[in-house]
């Protein structure tokens, strides 16, 4: 595995090593050696799989406050994304930056997400698949998130009229949440 520093403070963008023939192919997705040799030393403690059948579904930006905060290991398994951090971590040097990745079933490419970052992604294709390991266990009384089109944080999303749940039209602004990481 290739474990590449991203734009954002230790957020890291890691493409597996694939081996493919005529059959397919077969690759690693996550090694605790390899993840603790390369400054992951995260316990991801649950899995979580989505599906959104159309193209243009936007979900995010989300996030878990303490005690629940939550660090992931994000990828597309189906179809292909826009994927989307943003570093709210007060004390670094990439506060309030955003970094947006394409992550498809093509690549293979993984986005480690720490804890402090919110996360969202749009879907580029039909019929996408998004996995995901966490660091902690999915809380409600902890779950947040921020407006996907943030005035404040402006994110540059591929699409102006996103597929959003119910959830995700009535998230906060940044400047309306009290965060806590």
């Known amino acids: 595995m290739e474990f590449q520093k991203t734009e954002l403070k230790d957020a890291i963008l890691i493409k597996p090593k694939v081996f493919e023939d005529n059959r397919g192919f077969f690759m690693e997705t996550y090694s605790e050696k390899l993840f603790k040799e390369n400054g992951i030393e995260n316990n991801f403690i649950q899995d979580n799989h989505s599906m959104s059948i159309e193209k243009g579904v936007l979900r ?18 189906k179809g292909e994304v826009y994927d989307v951090i943003v570093d709210l971590r007060e004390d670094s040097p990439t506060f309030k ?14 986005l480690f997400v720490p804890k402090g970052f ?10 996408t698949e998004f996995i995901y390991k966490v660091d902690e266990f999915y809380s409600p009384e902890s779950d947040s998130g921020i407006v996907w089109d943030d005035p404040e ?9 996103p597929i959003l749940s119910d959830k995700d039209k009535n998230l906060k602004r940044y400047r309306d949440l009290k965060l806590n990481f």
């Open 97 to 110: 930056k955003w970094q947006s990745f394409e992550l498809s079933a093509e690549n293979k490419l993984m």
């Open 153 to 161: 944080l402006q994110v540059d999303w591929p699409i102006k009229k």
């Open 60 to 77: 995010g930006l989300h996030f878990q406050e303490k005690p629940h905060s939550q660090a992931k290991l994000v990828r597309v398994t």
């Open 118 to 127: 919110v996360h969202g992604f749009c879907t580029l294709k039909e019929n």
